[in-house]
């Protein structure tokens, strides 16, 4: 058991929360609730990482969508929750980002413990690693309302990222062509 302890900014609230035991945070991965955007500090809050940089947590994925968005990194647990809740299937490409290797979902071996349908303690992995007994099998419907609600922003936060884009590529014809900032 580490006596680190963990703060964390969840970008897409800016709320705080912490200190977090080491476990906490390695419990929060598990359960697909960080961010490739959130910020940590083991510090009190003085340097900020990425979660991604935080080696423990295995955010070592990229998932290719199918439209060719890139989302993470992230770790196995979240390619878990998109499965299970629809957001991408079997033949989607993944990036492992230490190797370099691309490869289809499909054809990873946690793929076949990650069923669509299912999504339970015995189907969710901590990073490369299976959960502890002591997690419970049945969630209560409100986590499962949470999770589907996940997974949604997740999806609004992809076309918010993509209108953004595209308003600044417009913003920017439109200085050109006028010189002026658009109003």
């Known amino acids: 058991m580490s006596t680190r302890t963990w703060h964390l900014i969840k970008t897409s609230t800016q709320e705080k929360y912490g200190p977090l035991s080491h476990e906490d945070l390695m ?58 809740s629809g957001q991408i299937d079997g033949h989607v490409t993944l990036i492992h980002c230490v190797t370099g290797k691309e490869s289809r979902l ?3 071996a946690f793929y076949r413990d990650s069923p669509q349908h299912v999504r339970s303690a015995q189907t969710t992995w901590i990073g490369a690693r299976w959960p502890s007994s002591e997690r419970s099998e049945a969630e209560p419907h409100a986590l499962q309302r949470i999770r589907f609600l996940e997974g949604q922003l997740v999806q609004a936060q ?6 953004q884009r595209a ?11 006028t010189g002026q900032d658009p109003r």
């Open 158 to 163: 992809q076309a918010l990222d993509e209108a």
């Open 167 to 177: 308003y600044q590529i417009l913003r920017q014809q439109f200085r050109e062509q």
């Open 106 to 108: 499909q054809d990873q």
């Open 27 to 84: 419990q929060l991965a598990a359960e697909a609730k960080l961010s490739p955007m959130d910020r940590l500090s083991d510090d009190g809050g003085i340097t900020w990482l990425r979660a991604p940089m935080v080696k423990a947590l295995q955010m070592d994925w990229l998932i290719q969508m199918l439209d060719q968005y890139l989302y993470g990194p992230t770790n196995i647990a979240t390619i878990q929750e998109f499965l299970a």
